[in-house]
């Protein structure tokens, strides 16, 4: 798939997946507000997902992969397009398309490469365990609320919040239109909302639970 259209498309579903996967992590990260209890139970029942037909973690591991593929596909297409517009970028035509760009156009590049940088950080963290800010903990509740008690963490994780909300307000409304569901005034209107609900759900979902944590109402 090298064409442009094909990039585009493959761009388009790999990138509503995520937008899938961050509206079900975003479900997870509020269930600990109900309690610790609750949000360990969650993150334990990911891993039994499938069982006694699939092993332990066997359900998480194929999503996982799934995950990494779509991650693959999606980063493959965006830099492939964005090598090839600025290949384009000395036409007459080209300059001019670059100059009506919207901010939000503009910052998909380089958000999605902040947020490809907060991805990897995020899992060394609280998947691989490899970065124990707070402390070691073998709760995954404890070790979310140790870490989000320390102030620049938080900062670290509202920053990747703003990258996210551009690139969903924006990837959303382009994957729709990519797709051929923006055709109609309408349609072009409906799709423009659901990226903006999109990236306000979203944001303010995953903003909550750190700011919880953060001024001791979660303990």
Avoid at 105 to 121: D, E, N, P, Q, Y
Avoid at 183 to 210: C, H, M, Q, S
């Amino acid at each position: 798939m090298h064409s442009t259209i094909g990039l585009k498309i493959m761009m388009a579903v790999s990138g509503l997946f995520f937008v899938f996967f961050v509206l079900m992590h975003m479900y997870g990260n509020l269930k600990i507000l109900v309690s610790h209890h609750a949000f360990d139970d969650y993150a334990h029942h990911l891993r039994v997902l499938g069982e006694p037909i699939l092993p332990y973690e066997g359900g998480l591991w194929i999503f996982r992969i799934l995950l990494l593929v779509a991650l693959a596909a999606h980063a493959y297409s965006a830099f492939t397009l964005w090598s090839r517009a600025n290949t384009a970028r000395g036409t007459r035509y080209a300059v001019k398309k670059a100059a009506a760009a919207s901010l939000s156009s503009k910052w998909m590049r380089w958000g999605g490469v902040a947020l490809l940088t907060f991805i990897v950080f995020h899992l060394a963290q609280f998947t691989l365990m490899w970065i124990n800010v707070g402390g070691t903990f073998d709760s995954p509740a404890e070790r979310v609320v140790a870490a989000f008690q320390v102030p620049w963490l938080t900062l670290i994780y509202f920053i990747a919040l703003a990258a996210l909300a551009m690139h969903l307000n924006h990837g959303t409304f382009s994957a729709l239109q990519t797709l051929g569901l923006t055709n109609t005034t309408k349609a072009y209107v409906t799709a423009r909302l659901i990226g903006t609900a999109i990236a306000v759900i979203v944001v303010v979902g995953f903003a909550i639970p750190p700011l919880a944590i953060l001024f001791g109402i979660i303990k």
